[in-house]
């Protein structure tokens, strides 16, 4: 579904990305694991868009698409939930589902666009009470919700998730991680950046280790949980920050 072959991006005359390769297949949750300032959110904004890679090609869904902007990228299938959440504050809670469907207006109309609204209800009973509600007045828990659920709005294929339990209390982290597990089993292939590298190899099929913009480390995800190395530098605690 997705393959990233050599990319390099550069934030000025500063080398972000060097020469990153990897996969991820339909249906798979595939993690990137590393420390602050590895590139890992660097790597999904030049996946997503957001950015562009100066050499090295990004293929999702057979159609190269390193150098389309990123709301032509959202058409293609993707949805990308950016780190601390960045939900419209100052719009209910619905008013931010919609929007996450604006893309599907003119192709699929208003009444599945409200289905879907319903569905996403579903998935998560907290934001259907506080449908009214101004988002920018939601717990960090609920508006991380909210991020994942207006991302699940344009319908995606394959969706990018940039540190969703980040500074979330230990309660909401595991129902974070369960809602990622259905998004999967309802037939979402996920690409996850996390600092809590236990709790994402528990949930992926595989996984990268990026360090300063190199990939080091890939593999089956219960053999990175094995790895020592692995272990001794992402598994015995969690720091929180920009990946």
């Known amino acids: ?33 590393g420390a602050n300032g590895a590139g890992k959110t660097t790597l999904l904004n030049t996946i997503s868009g957001m ?3 100066k050499n090295g090609d990004v293929v999702f869904d057979s159609k ?26 100052s719009l209910t ?22 289905q ?8 998560f009973a907290i934001l259907e009470k506080r449908k009214e509600q101004l988002a920018g007045t939601l717990s960090g828990g609920e508006q991380q919700m909210l991020a994942v659920a207006r991302g699940l ?15 979330l209390a230990p309660l909401i982290v595991q129902e974070i991680f369960r809602i990622i597990t ?7 292939t996920i690409l996850l950046v996390e600092q809590n590298a236990r709790a994402a190899l528990r949930v992926a099929d595989r996984g990268y280790v990026l360090e300063n913009g190199h990939v080091v480390m890939s593999g089956k995800a219960a053999e990175l949980t ?10 015995g605690g969690r720091s929180n920050g920009k990946g």
């Open 1 to 33: 579904m997705l393959k990233v072959d050599g990319i390099s991006t550069f934030y000025g005359h500063i080398r972000a990305l060097n020469h990153v390769s990897l996969d991820v297949n339909d249906g798979e949750i595939v993690t990137l694991i």
């Open 51 to 53: 950015l562009h890679p």
């Open 64 to 89: 190269k698409i390193s150098r389309m902007r990123a709301e032509q990228i959202v058409r293609l299938g993707m949805s990308h939930v950016p780190e601390r959440r960045q939900v419209f504050g």
């Open 93 to 114: 809670v619905l008013e931010n589902l919609t929007l996450g469907a604006y893309c599907r207006v003119s192709r699929d109309g208003w009444k599945a666009i409200y």
């Open 116 to 123: 879907d609204i319903e569905k996403v209800f579903g998935l």
């Open 153 to 167: 709005m344009a319908k995606p294929k394959l969706m990018l998730l940039d540190e969703p339990s980040l500074g």
């Open 182 to 188: 259905e998004l999967r089993k309802s037939g979402t």
């Open 226 to 235: 094995a790895d020592e190395q692995l272990q001794k530098a992402y598994l």
